[in-house]
T-cell receptor, first 111, second 115 residues
Framework: KQEVTQIPAALSVPEGENLVLNCSFTDSAIYNLQWFRQDPGKGLTSLLLIQSSQREQTSGRLNASLDKSSGRSTLYIAASQPGDSATYLCAVQDNNRKLIWGLGTSLAVNP | NAGVTQTPKFQVLKTGQSMTLQCAQDMNHEYMSWYRQDPGMGLRLIHYSVGAGITDQGEVPNGYNVSRSTTEDFPLRLLSAAPSQTSVYFC??????????????FGPGTRLTVL
């Protein structure tokens, strides 16, 4: 059974730091992996989708990598800003097309 | 494009009442789904649809019904509300369910409290 784990559950950093959020999954047979951002009391916003044949995707200050063989993905945020404060969720789509979700990492970027 | 819209944003019900949460998308997406989000439990799939006229159960379907008469709309009905259904409900859609490029788009959510 596919399981998705995000470590750490919470992270607090000073503004300007480069940081890495981790997502691990137990079954390498996935269709894709997607990173989302959720602001308090709001819906989820898609950040990056990495297809199973890809190794990484980039959008602005965000870079997501995928290593299926080790069951890991990382979301790299460069030069963090207070506006990056949010909960970051990852989800994998398994071979049955179902999304399996992590519990998220709550990020606080302090001015 | 309005994307995925949900109404209402907030709702308070008494135990035993019924109601319908509305979800609509204007992106011509074939796949739509409903999730509930509870603290410490993450997102759990309630029901989903791969196209008009086709629905199926997710992880936690009990107490909920859905229908998909059009591509755009996917309402979620609570048959007899219970306090255990207090949660935040999200509707999502995606364009190409059967491929690896299947980006999910979420609505803003409905915060439901059942007293």
């Amino acid at each position: 059974k596919q399981e998705v784990t995000q470590i750490p559950a919470a992270l607090s950093v000073p503004e300007g730091e480069n940081l890495v959020l981790n997502c691990s999954f137990t079954d390498s047979a996935i269709y894709n992996l997607q990173w989302f951002r959720q602001d308090p009391g709001k819906g989820l916003t898609s950040l990056l989708l990495i297809q199973s044949s890809q190794r990484e995707q980039t959008s602005g200050r965000l870079n997501a990598s995928l290593d299926k063989s080790s069951g890991r993905s990382t979301l790299y945020i460069a030069a963090s800003q207070p506006g990056d404060s949010a909960t970051y969720l990852c989800a994998v789509q398994d071979n049955n097309r179902k999304l399996i979700w992590g519990l998220g990492t709550s990020l606080a970027v302090n001015p | 494009n309005a994307g995925v819209t949900q109404t209402p944003k907030f709702q308070v019900l008494k135990t035993g009442q019924s109601m319908t949460l509305q979800c609509a998308q204007d992106m011509n997406h074939e796949y739509m789904s409903w999730y509930r989000q509870d603290p410490g439990m993450g997102l759990r799939l309630i029901h989903y649809s791969v196209g008009a006229g086709i629905t199926d159960q997710g992880e936690v379907p009990n107490g909920y019904n859905v229908s998909r008469s059009t591509t755009e709309d996917f309402p979620l009905r609570l048959l007899s509300a219970a306090p255990s259904q207090t949660s935040v409900y999200f509707c999502a859609s995606s364009p190409r369910h059967g491929t690896s490029y299947n980006e999910q788009f979420f609505g803003p959510g409905t915060r439901l409290t059942v007293l």
